[in-house]
């Protein structure tokens, strides 16, 4: 079975730096995604960026940009100009291709986000 | 586009008594999965629908129950309701395939 480990329960990052969030995962498949979500207080949990197993090119949306390295499972998202708004837990995920198990989303324990001002 | 409605928001019920929690996917949107999220377990996957069929369980008694109908709402049941059942309780949807999820904001239930 596929596990999601976040072992960063808590960070905290001064406004304008850079913070990465740590993520690794354990599978025996070759074909898979992944994604970052962040779930702000308000508790909508909302899409911030996703990777395809099968591409090598790293994943960037605008601040957001992940370091995949497959052969080490691991995922870390990086946030570059940290914002007040990035406070928030961020949920790590992975998901198995369709063929495989459908829809079935596996998420790691998250990480909560500070920013300080 | 309309986004992931879940209903009702808040719910308070007593041991031993039932729920059903309501969940709307995006327009065309044919999957969706339902989570429990609990401070102590995190985010646990209850169980996936497509097109009306059950894709995919995760490690919950059989209390907890759902269904999908024709037009992709789904609904879930947590019979004899425990203390342990309070959480919040997420609906996400997707297309299929490749596509990620989205969520809707959540009904949080308590048990009391």
């Known amino acids: 079975a596929q596990t999601v480990t976040q072992s960063q329960p808590e960070m905290s990052v001064q406004e304008a730096e850079t913070v990465t969030l740590s993520c690794t995962y354990d599978?025996?498949?070759?074909?898979?995604?992944l994604f970052w979500y962040k779930q702000p207080p308000s508790r909508q949990m909302i899409l911030v960026i996703r990777?395809?197993?099968?591409?090598?090119q790293n994943a960037t949306e605008n601040r957001f940009s992940v370091n995949f390295q497959k052969a080490a499972k691991s995922f870390s998202l990086k946030i570059s100009d940290s914002q007040l708004g990035d406070a928030a837990m961020y949920f790590c995920?992975?998901?198995?291709?369709?063929?495989?198990?459908?829809?079935?989303?596996?998420f790691g324990p998250g990480t909560s986000l500070s920013v300080i001002p | 586009k309309a986004g992931v409605t879940q209903t009702p928001r808040y719910l308070i019920k007593t041991r031993g008594q039932q729920v059903t929690l309501s969940c709307s996917p995006i327009?065309?949107?044919?999957?969706v999965s339902w989570y429990q999220q609990t401070p102590g377990q995190g985010l646990q996957f209850l169980f996936e629908?497509?097109?009306?069929?059950?894709?995919n369980k995760g490690n919950f008694p059989g209390r907890f129950s759902g269904r999908q109908f024709s037009n992709s709402r789904s609904e879930m049941n947590v019979s004899t309701l425990e203390l342990g059942d309070s959480a919040l309780y997420l609906c996400?949807?997707?297309?299929?395939?490749?596509?990620?999820?989205?969520f809707g904001p959540g009904t949080r239930l308590t048990v009391l």
């Open positions: 996400a949807s997707s297309l299929a395939e490749v596509y990620e999820q989205f």
């Open positions: 599978t025996s498949e070759s074909d898979y995604y």
């Open positions: 990777q395809e197993a099968y591409k090598q």
């Open positions: 995920a992975y998901r198995s291709s369709w063929e495989t198990s459908y829809d079935k989303v596996i």
């Open positions: 327009s065309g949107h044919r999957s």
């Open positions: 629908y497509f097109s009306e069929t059950q894709r």
